[in-house]
């Protein structure tokens, strides 16, 4: 499985991005997908996830700012941050739901004035 994620990059808070991947060589459209967040210094952590049926969870954090989605016919998982905060910062990846140890590189995102 290869994962594919891009989108990242520098905002200034309230500002939005969206972050997408793109997953190679796996069954899509069955999994349940998610995007896990590393700040600096932090373990990496759950942000979001959309099971196969479209059923969607986020963290308390992002609740309310966050909204995932997928398109299994892309094989690629979405995620559209809005009012972004500087707590947001982290290389984001998505995988899984649960998590296995095909991570891929991630996307960088950086919130700050």
């Known amino acids: 499985v290869q994962l594919q994620a891009s989108g990242g990059g520098w905002m200034q808070p309230g500002g939005s991005l969206k972050l997408s991947c793109a997953a190679f060589g796996s069954m899509f459209s069955t999994n349940a997908w998610g995007w896990y967040r590393q700040a600096p210094g932090k373990q990496r952590q759950w942000v979001a996830l959309i099971t196969s049926g479209g059923y969607t969870d986020y963290t308390e954090s992002v609740a309310g700012r966050f909204t995932i989605s997928r398109d299994n016919a892309k094989n690629t998982v979405y995620l559209q941050m809005n009012n972004l905060k500087p707590e947001d910062t982290g290389v984001y990846y998505c995988?899984?739901?649960?998590?296995?140890?095909?991570w891929g590189q991630g996307t960088q995102v950086t919130v700050s004035s």
């Open positions: 995988n899984v739901v649960p998590a296995n140890d095909y």
